[in-house]
C-alpha cells in the first residue's frame, strides 16, 4: 500500500515559516541574557525575567488564539501574529534600558504564542493521520534546525557584532516568517462548524472553550520536563563563559542538534508503530544523564558531549508529548489541543528560567544542572501515572478509530 505523502508544498511552507519563528526564538533567547548582564548590568535573576515575561504574554494568548482559531479561521491568526512578531522585533533598536527591554519582550510573546498555536494546528491538519507521529516529528526539525543556526549566530553577534546587528537580523528573521508563511493555502476543515459556533457564542464562554482537556495530563509532563531545559535555553552560553568555554559555546546547541536529527526520524516511526511508552521513558533516561555530565564538565568534550545525550533524550521526547496531546482530541479541536499544550509546556519554561536565575545566584549552574538530574529521573513517575500506564488500554483501539475519535 502506498503511504501517503508528507512533503506537500503547504508543510513545506509551514515548515520554512516555523523555522524562521524559530530562528528568531532561539536567536534572541541565547543572546538577550548575556546582554542584559552585560550591557544593562544586571544579574542572572533578571536575565531570567526576560524569558518569563515572553512565556507568560505567549501562555496567556495561546487559548484565546486557539478559540479564535475556531471562529475566524487559522490563517487570519497565522497572518496576525506573524505581523506582532516582527514589529516587536523592530523594537529591540530602540530599546536600552531593563524597563524597555520588558516589554518588547512582552509583546514579542504575544506574537510568538498566536504563531507558534497556528502552525502546530496547521500542521496537524495537513498531516495524514496515518503518518501523523512520523510528520511532527519532521515538523520538529524545523525548530531544532533552527535551535543549531539560532544560537550559533546570536552568540556570534552579541560577541563580535554587537548588539545593532544582532537586532537587525531578529527583523530579517521576522519578516522571512511571513514572506514564507503568509502565502500559504490554507484548508478551512476541520473547523467547528458553524452551528456550533452559534451555540458557543449563546451560552458564553466556558472552560472547554480555551483548554482541551485531553491535552491537559500530558502537557503536565512536559511542563515538568520544561524547567529543567529552561536552564539550558536561557543559561547554557552564560555557564559556558563562566566555565571558559566561550570558544565552544556556540556549538552545544549544534551538537545537540546533530544528534536529536540523527534520532529524529527512528523516534517518529517508532512511536507511531511501538507507541509513546518505547520512546519516552528511554529519552528521559538519557535526558538525566547529559545534565548530569554537563554540571560535572570540567573540559571542553564534556560539556558538548551533553549535549549530544540532551539531544539524544529531550530533542526526541518532546515531540512525542506533542504528538499525544494532538492525537487525544477531536479534529476540530485540535487547535486548542496544541494552544493547551503549548501554554502549560511555556508555565515550566517561564517559571523554570525565573528559578535557575535565583539558583544560580546562589548555588552556581553547575551544581543546578547536576541536582536537575534527579529531578528529571522522578519524572519518569510522573509520566506513568499522567499518560505512561494508559497506554495499553488505547492500544485495543484499532489506530483508525483512534485518530477518527480523539481517543
Given amino acids: 500500500m502506498k503511504k501517503e505523502a508528507l512533503w506537500t508544498r503547504g508543510f513545506i511552507q509551514i515548515w520554512v515559516s516555523n523555522f524562521f519563528l524559530f530562528m528568531t526564538f532561539y536567536f534572541l533567547l541565547v543572546s538577550l541574557p548575556i546582554y542584559a548582564i552585560r ?3 544586571q544579574k542572572q535573576s533578571s536575565a531570567g525575567l526576560i524569558v518569563t515575561v515572553f512565556i507568560i504574554t505567549a501562555i496567556l494568548i495561546r487559548p ?27 523594537f529591540y533598536l530602540f ?30 491538519d495537513i498531516l495524514p493521520s496515518s503518518r501523523r507521529g512520523e510528520g511532527m516529528g519532521y515538523y520538529s526539525m524545523s525548530m531544532n534546525l533552527a535551535m543549531v543556526i539560532g544560537p550559533f549566530i546570536g552568540l556570534q553577534a552579541i560577541n563580535s557584532w554587537g548588539t545593532s546587528t544582532l537586532f537587525i537580523l531578529a527583523i530579517i528573521f521576522a519578516f522571512f516568517a511571513i514572506l514564507t508563511g503568509g502565502f500559504m493555502k490554507i484548508e478551512h476543515a476541520p473547523e467547528m462548524e458553524m452551528s456550533e459556533i452559534e451555540h458557543t457564542e449563546k451560552k458564553g464562554i466556558r472552560f472547554n472553550q480555551i483548554i482541551e482537556n485531553t491535552a491537559v ?12 531545559y529552561s536552564s539550558i535555553l536561557s543559561f547554557v552560553s552564560v555557564y559556558a563563559e563562566d ?10 546547541f549544534v551538537v545537540y542538534a546533530i544528534f536529536m536529527l540523527m ?45 549530544a545525550l540532551i539531544g539524544l533524550g529531550y530533542g526526541s521526547m518532546f515531540p512525542c508529548l506533542q504528538t499525544i496531546a494532538i492525537q487525544k482530541a477531536a479534529p476540530h479541536r485540535r487547535g486548542l489541543a496544541t494552544a493547551t499544550f503549548l501554554s502549560i509546556f511555556d508555565i515550566g519554561i517561564g517559571f523554570g528560567s525565573y528559578l535557575v536565575g535565583i539558583i544560580g545566584d546562589a548555588i552556581g549552574l553547575n551544581a543546578f544542572y547536576s541536582f536537575s538530574s534527579i529531578y528529571i529521573l522522578i ?22 478509530e483512534q485518530f477518527n475519535t480523539g481517543a
Fill in 379 to 400: 519524572g519518569i513517575a510522573v509520566y506513568y501515572y499522567l499518560h505512561g500506564k494508559t497506554i495499553r488500554k488505547e492500544t485495543i483501539i484499532p489506530k483508525k
Fill in 263 to 307: 534520532a529524529r526520524p527512528f523516534a517518529g516511526k517508532w512511536f507511531d508503530r511501538y507507541g509513546a511508552n518505547k520512546i519516552v521513558y528511554p529519552c528521559i533516561v538519557l535526558f538525566s544523564a547529559g545534565m548530569i555530565l554537563l554540571g560535572m564538565a570540567e573540559s571542553e568534550w564534556m560539556f558538548l558531549l551533553s549535549a
Fill in 39 to 41: 550591557e544593562l548590568n
Fill in 243 to 252: 566555565k571558559g568555554f566561550i570558544s565552544v559555546s556556540g556549538y552545544f
Fill in 95 to 124: 530599546t536600552d534600558s531593563l524597563s524597555g527591554l520588558l516589554f518588547v519582550r512582552a509583546l514579542h510573546g504575544i506574537g510568538f504564542g498566536m504563531a507558534t498555536t497556528a502552525t502546530g494546528t496547521i500542521v496537524a
Fill in 217 to 228: 495530563k500530558i502537557s503536565i509532563v512536559a511542563a515538568i520536563f520544561g524547567i529543567v
Fill in 64 to 90: 484565546i488564539a486557539g478559540n479564535l482559531m475556531q471562529k475566524i479561521g487559522k490563517k487570519a491568526i497565522f497572518l496576525t501574529s506573524l505581523l506582532i512578531f516582527l514589529s516587536a522585533s523592530v
